[in-house]
């Protein structure tokens, strides 16, 4: 379920587990939503350089962190993608 | 090489018909795993079919090897699923590993209940030669051996084609051709006929190598590995302690030299280590290509397999895609030459084909892109997938080292009926989705159960299964109720699948399903009421069987409850299903699923 709005505000702890979903499709089986995802993420780097690829992550990241908006969660985030593999 | 299998040598018959020509209904061309399951199929419909194939024995080397659990499903109404499962190596969890941490564990079949696992890992010789052994059975199905198709010529109405065998050639006139001859598919090459896609500049190392080795069956697939840096590498088990390994190379080495064993032996001994000791059975280095036809079918030609469809290896779809393709070609084709549906029918197998060929050739893609990243920030977000997955849910379900044959939901195919508004159903057995399997028990009617007192029996010393009672025909699968309003519409729907198989091919059979809850209440009760009674009439004749609901999963898969009843494809497709039909509304769903569309 994606949170939206004001659900998203209140969402204190950082979801880790998959929840892509995209409500105009049907899927059967449950890996697709997230390869949709990541296929078309990969897809909006196709023609970038990589310094372009940089500066468009980046972009991703903030346009994705307002969406989110909540402080604890971003914390969260940040502290999950800087200790990757412990 | 090769120490394991000796090749059978297939003798050709001899032709009578040199310089002449000769008319059959259906042709098939190509005695692989699909062209083989194609003529089982129609010749277990009594549909006369002549089999060519060029060569003389079955696939050499290092080919299909993944057999999917829809494929098993399929096999198993052909004959042929039995000594495929008790040879092969049946395995349901694969393991992912990024270095040497395991990072990410599937399971193909978390559910229980179902009657075939996940995989079944088989050599492509053993299959085809168990086809072979099934398709010698069968009387309406000629073999030719090299018999190679060396000119095609279609028109509206039938093809014509010239066939070159050792002691000269004949010609065959067909009112069908079906061509199952491969990927580079020489009889669409005559037509002229396009494919198209994308080819990937990777190659890959197969190693079959001998050893006696106690790794699981399970699937194991390394991004990086210490012994292989940089690169994937892939192990799979096969019957007679046959390993495969599958190296990923890049696309700047040669592969007549990697092919070479000292430079193979070497590769396979740093990823076992020094203790195993094993041999080479089979070496080869290969590339691929995700394409397929605009149109599987051409007026009499028909396409199917590695001819009409081609994609990457990882997912193992295809072989498994191209037995799907059979399945669904072989109702629609035996009902055309029946004369009971029109020749559209066959229009919905290329437009049902190609949905589930598009399905597999991105999921082999996204596959492929996961594996051999093609950008340096296609290959930072892999990485960084794969290094999250050790602590994070979310991508574990994003690394993708293969999304493995599962059979295509045909949700928008016109030969559904759309559910009716206000049927609501749970679960996921929407028209047009392929049947899941369950656990079932048999009702025993015995002659004297006309006596209404009786309790049937049920049969539970062996276990049996739903899909057993699917398949082959149409099959009206009704839960039993008590109701009286319902248990008319079970003795309309008997009398007219009595009255459309009176020509004495069954057409359409009738499933009764009972619920455990229900039948447990009525013995406890004395069972005197317990009486689907104008069903147990018909219970000698084989079109009606009914079944008890064992383990709940038929009422938990497909929500069943009292006076549901679905209507299933021959190919164990829903075709429509009901909270309360009519007679009439699963006549015209029937009539719909045949391809009578506009009316």
């Known amino acids: ?86 | 090489m090769l120490s394991t299998y000796t090749y059978p040598k297939f003798e050709n018959s001899g032709a009578a018909e040199i310089g002449q020509t000769i008319h059959r209904p259906v042709v098939v061309v190509g005695a692989g795993p699909v062209g083989l399951s194609c003529a089982i199929d129609l010749a277990q419909r009594n549909i006369p079919v002549l089999l060519l194939d060029d060569d003389n024995t079955v696939s050499v080397g290092s080919r299909g090897l993944c057999y999917a659990k829809r494929t098993l499903e399929i096999l198993d109404r052909l004959g042929a699923a039995g000594p495929v499962c008790s040879k092969g190596v049946s395995w349901n969890v694969g393991r992912t590993f990024l270095a040497e941490h395991e990072v990410y564990r599937f399971d193909l079949l978390p559910q229980p209940d179902h009657q075939f696992p996940g995989m079944v890992n088989l050599q492509q010789y053993y299959l085809e030669e168990y086809l072979l052994t099934r398709a010698r059975a069968l009387s309406c199905l000629e073999i030719r051996w090299q018999n190679k198709v060396v000119v095609v010529a279609r028109d509206e109405a039938c093809a014509q084609i010239e066939v070159q065998t050792p002691d000269g050639s004949y010609h065959v006139s067909c009112d069908w051709l079906l061509v199952a001859d491969g990927a580079r598919s020489p009889v669409r090459r005559m037509l002229g006929l396009d494919i198209e896609g994308r080819v990937f500049r990777d190659r890959f190392l197969i190693a079959d190598v001998v050893m006696k080795a106690d790794f699981p069956a399970e699937r194991w697939f390394w991004f990086d590995p210490p012994f292989h840096p940089n690169q994937s590498v892939l192990l799979h088990r096969e019957a007679d302690n046959v390993w495969r390994i599958d190296f990923q190379l890049g696309w700047n080495v040669d592969p007549e030299e990697e092919k070479k064993p000292e430079k193979v032996i070497p590769r396979i001994q740093a990823m076992l280590g020094p203790d195993h000791a094993f041999e080479l059975e089979w070496v080869s280095v290969y590339t691929f290509q995700c394409r397929r036809m605009a149109q599987f079918r051409h007026g009499q030609v028909i396409f199917m397999g590695d001819a009409a469809h081609q994609v990457s290896p990882f997912g193992a779809r295809g072989a498994n895609s191209g037995i799907q393709d059979i399945d669904n070609l072989g109702w629609k084709l035996a009902a055309v030459l029946s004369g009971k549906a029109p020749q559209a029918l066959l229009d919905t197998y290329d437009a049902e084909r190609t949905e589930a060929a598009d399905e597999n050739i991105l999921n082999s893609t996204r596959s492929t892109d996961f594996i051999t990243p093609k950008s340096p920030v296609s290959r930072l977000f892999r990485d960084s997938v794969l290094q999250l997955a050790h602590n994070l849910g979310f991508a574990r379900g994003l690394v993708n080292s293969g999304r493995l044959s599962v059979p295509t939901f045909h949700a928008q195919s016109p030969l559904n009926t759309p559910d009716r508004a206000g049927d609501v159903f749970a679960g996921r057995m929407i028209p047009g989705a392929p049947a899941d399997d369950a656990p079932v028990e048999r009702f025993n009617f015995s002659a004297a159960s006309n006596d209404r007192g009786q309790n049937p029996q049920t049969d539970s010393s062996s276990s049996d299964w739903l899909l057993r009672y699917l398949g082959g025909s149409f099959v009206v699968m009704a839960a039993a109720s008590q109701e009286p309003d319902a248990q008319k519409v079970l003795e309309d729907i008997t009398a007219w699948a009595e009255s459309l198989n009176a020509a004495g091919v069954i057409d359409l059979r009738v499933l009764v399903v009972h619920d455990l809850g229900l039948v447990e209440g009525e013995k406890a009760r004395g069972a005197a009421s317990f009486a689907p009674t104008a069903v147990a009439d018909h219970a000698g004749a084989s079109f009606v069987n009914h079944i008890l609901d064992c383990k709940k999963c038929l009422a938990e898969r497909y929500d069943l409850k009292p006076g549901s009843v679905y209507l299933m494809r021959p190919d164990q497709h829903v075709a429509a299903r009901w909270r309360r039909p009519s007679q009439s509304d699963i006549a015209a769903a029937y009539r719909r699923a045949l391809g009578h569309l506009s009316h």
């Open chain 1, 1 to 86: 379920m994606m949170m939206e709005g004001k659900d998203a505000v209140q969402q204190a702890e950082l979801i880790t587990e998959s929840h892509f979903s995209n409500p105009q499709k049907t899927y059967f089986y449950g890996y697709s939503a997230g390869d949709d995802f990541y296929e078309a993420l990969i897809a909006a780097h196709a023609n970038l350089s990589e310094t372009e690829s940089h500066a468009f992550n980046a972009r991703l990241v903030l346009i994705l962190a307002n969406h989110i908006g909540s402080l604890p969660v971003l914390r969260q985030a940040i502290n999950a993608a800087a200790l990757p593999d412990v």
